[in-house]
DNA sequence: GCAAAAACGTGCTGCAAAACATAAAAATCG
DNA sequence: CGATTTTTATGTTTTGCAGCACGTTTTTGC
């Protein structure tokens, strides 16, 4: 017995699928079961780079995955977070591009890919399967109308509320219902609220000066949600 | 005979509506023929606006459409503009929101609706249109990634030379290979490109001064389009 | 065709945020 | 465990952009 980490098993993965194969058929079941590949990254791994071809797609069964694009100066901006159960990697097939974002994982993360052409095969045969996609994809749209209008019109106060807002949102608190249940560094921090990691540095401060956050290195305690709503709301 | 503009006859619309009725049924073209309406509105009219229930898909058949957001500061951004024949105003619907953006009409323009409700029984029942529509928003969902780093990062300079490369795309050119074939003002340029009206001026005048375009008032001639396009790559 | 209103052009001022610089603290690794 | 590298923290400088004021030009509506 090697000490290398084990892969979870194919037949185990399964069930945890089931925001997507509830909706396959019987004979889409069984293709999804003879093509699923499973696959680890570490932290800070690439899965896919801006300009490369998309050929999977992508279901994320546990880690963190951020998707984002490289900027003007080399700066990042983080356009989407995942965690699990979701699945992306297959908007560029779909539109018939190459891929514009980059994913890469935040930290040890599992995932499982599928070929991206027999997704929409399946697209183009499951009404099911295709309405669903068009709802998420709908929900996505509205999610990016309002980015864009907080990135660019929201001070740095307002943006960095937003986003740890979000982060709790996604993936909740710790035990003492305050703590954010994820730890990223000031510069992810910045990629996601558009700004520098100094800036992001430095309005964390002034949050836990002001008595708003708990900041510990990259542990966070929200002690005034009410005081980081408004903010947000405000800009 | 009053005075009144005369409507398009309903007949007359069907056939310019190719985009969404090749792909119906035949029971779901009867269906859009007794269920259409026809509407005109005047320039700056709104069609919808945030906060409203969805009711219709909005099908532009002349004159030219923008989706915008309210900002912070009663600042807007324009997050998408139609050109005809397009359609629009169902995304809110089929996320089960209501409306985030506003539709406004930029010059006389003519559409026709359709109850959303029954655009989402066509969906549930009809193949290619799912797998049309799912197209249609994996595109979107790539422009406003792009767009969320332009507005973001690129500066004034960067930013108005992409939104007058983008109406150059969307409108094309006059007769002269370098008049864009639309008119805007220097407010509705400012919402398209995250700045304010006055940034919006000067930045224009700027380019004159180089040489880059020619402005007369909202007739734009690019005169330089290689130049243009450089500064839009860089920011 | 004229008056009122809207849109456009330009200069100036102040502030917010980016860039730069540097030091302290922490994480990583042989 | 100590040495090197990365991350975090903070102070300083510079830049870019919004806001305002004011004058001019162009549209719009009667």
Not at 183 to 207: E, G, K, P, Q, V
Request: aromatic share 8%; charged share 25%.
């Amino acid at each position: 017995m090697t000490k290398r980490q084990e892969l979870p098993n194919t037949e185990d993965i399964l069930p945890s699928l089931s925001p997507i194969s509830s909706l396959l058929t019987e004979e889409q079941k069984k293709e999804l079961q003879t093509n699923i590949v499973i696959k680890r990254y570490k932290k800070n791994e690439m899965m896919y780079k801006e300009g490369d071809v998309p050929q999977f797609l992508h279901c994320l069964i546990s880690g963190k995955v951020k998707i984002y694009k490289e900027g003007v100066g080399g700066r990042n901006q983080i356009v989407h977070i995942f965690k699990p159960v979701e699945f992306f990697g297959f908007r560029a097939y779909l539109a018939n591009e190459n891929y514009i974002t980059s994913a890469a994982a935040f930290e040890s993360t599992t995932l499982c890919i599928i070929p991206v052409a027999l997704f929409e095969k399946w697209l183009s045969e499951n009404l099911q399967l295709a309405n669903y996609v068009i709802r998420l994809c709908a929900i996505e749209i509205g999610i990016l109308n309002r980015h864009i209008v907080s990135l660019t019109q929201k001070h740095l106060r307002g943006r960095i509320a937003e986003s740890l807002l979000f982060l709790k949102d996604t993936y909740g608190l710790e035990d003492d219902e305050q703590t954010i249940s994820a730890r990223f560094s000031r510069a992810d921090l910045a990629d996601l609220s558009n700004m520098t990691t100094s800036n992001a540095i430095r309005t964390l401060s002034a949050f836990s000066n002001e008595k708003i956050l708990d900041v510990r290195g990259r542990v966070i305690r929200i002690l005034d949600e009410e005081q980081l709503r408004k903010i947000s709301k405000i800009g």
